[in-house]
C-alpha cells in the first residue's frame, strides 16, 4: 500500500492514492516521466509528450490555453461582476443558459453543488427535448429571464436552435428591444457573434480559441453564470491558481497533485483498470456530468480510453468486477456515512482507490484544474490527443443526413422491423427472441468481463425514470457483474458519445426512444424539437453501426415512465 499526501496549509484539497498492486507500475510510469523531464515539457506545451504526428502535435500546442486560464480570467472579475450588477439593476429574475457539452457542464455542476445564495436563480437546458424545453419555458418568468447561449463553435446546431426559439418568444413579448434578454459566450470570429449582433444581443462574451469546450470551465462559459449564480468567482479562481501552482512547471511528478493522479489513471487503464467509478455525495452528483466529459471526450478513441461510471448505484463488493478504479470525492468533515463505508469495502476488498476531500464547493475550482491536468497527463501516458472528439463527428454527420430527408420527405426515413413488439414497446437489435424477454435476455447475455452496459435516453428527465433507470442498473449490476453508465440523449454526445464510438469495442448500448405527442415546432425551420431529437437518436444509433457496436433500441411508445417499468418486468431475473 502506498499513499501520498498533498494537505500544506492555503493548499489543495488533500488526494490518497491506494493502488495496491498497481503502485509498483505507476510508480515505474513516474520514473520513465521524471527522466524525460516531463513537468517542464507539459508546461512547455512539448506536443511530443503526447503523439508524434505533426497534425496531432499542432493540435495539442493550440488547444493548451486553459493551463492558464485561471489566470486571465483573475483579471476579467471586475468585469463579470459589473456585468452582474448590470443584469440585476435591470430587473432580471432568472438566468437560463443554453448550450451542449464543455459549454454548459460546469454551470450544470455549480448548480447544484452550491445554494445559489445572493445570486439569480439558474436554468439550464442542453436538450432537444420538447418536454423538457416546455417545462422550462413555463418555470421561468420569460420577460425577466436572461438567456445566455453559449457556444464555442457558434455553430452546433442545440443551442442555435434554443436560441432562435426563445429568441421568437421574446419578440413576441418584447418586439425589437428582444435582443436585452440574450447573452453569448462564444469564441472570437465565430458565425454566431455576427448572428448575435444583428439581433441586439446584450452582451457577447469573447472565450479564447486556444481553450477547447471540455476545458473551458474556469473561462467565461463557467464564470459568467457562475457570478450570475452568486458564487464568489475571486475566490473560485484563487483556489484554482493554488492548484495551478500545486501542478507547477517543475518537479517529480510524484509531487503533483494533477500529474500524479493523470500517470495513475493511465497506469490503471493500461492494467485493464479502465472503469474510473465515481463515488460522491448527493449535493457533487453532477460533478460526474463534468468529469463525464472531461475524461470520455479527451480519451476515449484509438479504441483506447478511461471509461467514466457516473451515478451508478455504490454496491458491495461482489457485484464489480476487476475492471474499476473507484474515486471518492467528497468534504472533509462531511460523515457521507454510506458512501464511504462502501468505498472502504471496496478498498478491503482490492480495488484501487483514490480519495479526494475538498473543504467546501468554492474548492471546486481547484478540482477541476487537477482533473484537466490528470486527463491530458492519462492521454500522454495511453499516447492519444487529449483535445479532438473525431468520432462525435460520425453522430452528427448521420443526423445532418436524416434532417435532409425530413427536409425532402416532411418526415424520418422508417427504421428496421423490430425484433419483438409487446405490450406497445419495441425492441430492435441485431440479437433475435420470439418475446421482450428473449431479445432482452439475449442482448445482455452477450456480456463479457470489461464490458459495460450504456443506458441512452432519449426521453425528458424525471425522478420517476431516474429510478427506473438506476433499477435497471442494479439488476444488470447483480446478474452480469459490469459497469453501467446512463446518459440523456442528447446530451451525452457532446459527451461519453465520443468514447462510445471511439473507445474500445466493450459497450453494449440501449437506447431508448419515446414518441412525442406534445412536440414543439422551430421558429424558421421545417421541422420540429422532436423531429430533430428523433434524428439524434437515429443518427447515433447509425454512428453506432458504423462502429460495428451491440445495440438494442427500445421503443416505449407513448409513456416513458409506465414504459420503462415494463421493460423492467420483462427483463429475465
Ligand atoms: O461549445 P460548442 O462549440 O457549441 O460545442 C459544444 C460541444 O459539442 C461538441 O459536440 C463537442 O464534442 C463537445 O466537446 C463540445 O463541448
Partial sequence: ??????????????????????????????????????????????????????????????????????????????????????????????????????????????????TGEGGLPLSVLDTTDPGTVRQLEESVPLAETLFIVASKSGTTAEPLAFGDYF??????????????????????????????????????????????????????????????????????????????????????????????????????????????????????????????????????KEGLGVLPVAGEPVREPAVYGQDRVFVYVGYAGDADAANRSAVAALEAAGHPIIRIDMSGPLDLGAEFFRWEVATAVASAVLGINPFDQPNVQAA?????????????????????????????????????????????????AQARPGDYLCLQAYLTESPALNAGLQELRTRVQNQYHIATTSGYGPRFLHSTGQYHKGGPDTGLFVQFTVDHPQDLPLPGRSYTFGTFKNAQAQGDLEALHSFNRRTLRIHLGADAEQGLQTVLAALPA
Fill in 1 to 114: 500500500m502506498h499513499s501520498s499526501e498533498h494537505t500544506p496549509a492555503q493548499s489543495v484539497a488533500p488526494a490518497t492514492l491506494q493502488l495496491g498492486q498497481y503502485q509498483a507500475a505507476v510508480d515505474a510510469k513516474i520514473q520513465e516521466f521524471n527522466a524525460k523531464s516531463f513537468t517542464a515539457g507539459f508546461w512547455q506545451k512539448d506536443a511530443a509528450l503526447w503523439v508524434q504526428d505533426e497534425a496531432g502535435q499542432q493540435s495539442i500546442r493550440s488547444f493548451m490555453g486553459w493551463l492558464r486560464v485561471a489566470e486571465t480570467m483573475m483579471e476579467a472579475v471586475p468585469e463579470i461582476e459589473a456585468f452582474v450588477r448590470e443584469v440585476k439593476a435591470a430587473g432580471f429574475r432568472h438566468v437560463v443558459v443554453m448550450g451542449m457539452g464543455g459549454s454548459t457542464m460546469a454551470p450544470i455542476v455549480f448548480k447544484a453543488a452550491f
Fill in 167 to 300: 429568441y421568437d418568444k421574446l419578440r413576441q413579448l418584447k418586439g425589437d428591444k428582444a435582443g436585452e434578454n440574450f447573452v453569448a459566450i462564444t469564441d472570437p470570429g465565430s458565425k454566431f457573434v455576427t448572428a448575435a449582433t444583428e439581433q441586439g444581443y446584450r452582451r457577447i462574451f469573447l472565450n479564447f480559441a486556444e481553450v477547447g469546450g471540455r476545458f473551458s470551465a474556469l473561462s467565461y462559459f463557467g464564470l459568467v453564470p457562475a457570478a450570475l449564480y452568486g458564487i464568489d468567482i475571486r475566490e473560485l479562481l484563487s483556489r484554482s491558481l493554488v492548484m495551478m501552482r500545486a501542478c507547477g512547471s517543475e518537479g517529480d511528478v510524484a509531487t503533483n497533485p494533477g500529474l500524479e493522479l493523470g500517470v495513475a489513471l493511465g497506469v490503471l487503464a493500461q492494467q485493464e483498470r479502465d472503469k474510473l467509478t465515481l463515488v460522491v455525495p448527493e449535493v457533487l452528483s453532477d460533478f460526474g456530468l463534468w468529469l463525464e466529459q472531461l475524461i470520455a471526450e479527451s480519451t476515449g
Fill in 396 to 444: 452528427k454527420t448521420a443526423t445532418d443526413r436524416l434532417m435532409k430527408e425530413v427536409e425532402a420527405n416532411g418526415q424520418l426515413p422508417q427504421s428496421q422491423s423490430p425484433a419483438a413488439t409487446e405490450n406497445g414497446i419495441s425492441y430492435f437489435s441485431a440479437v433475435q427472441g420470439g418475446s421482450a424477454a428473449e431479445v432482452l435476455q439475449a442482448f445482455l
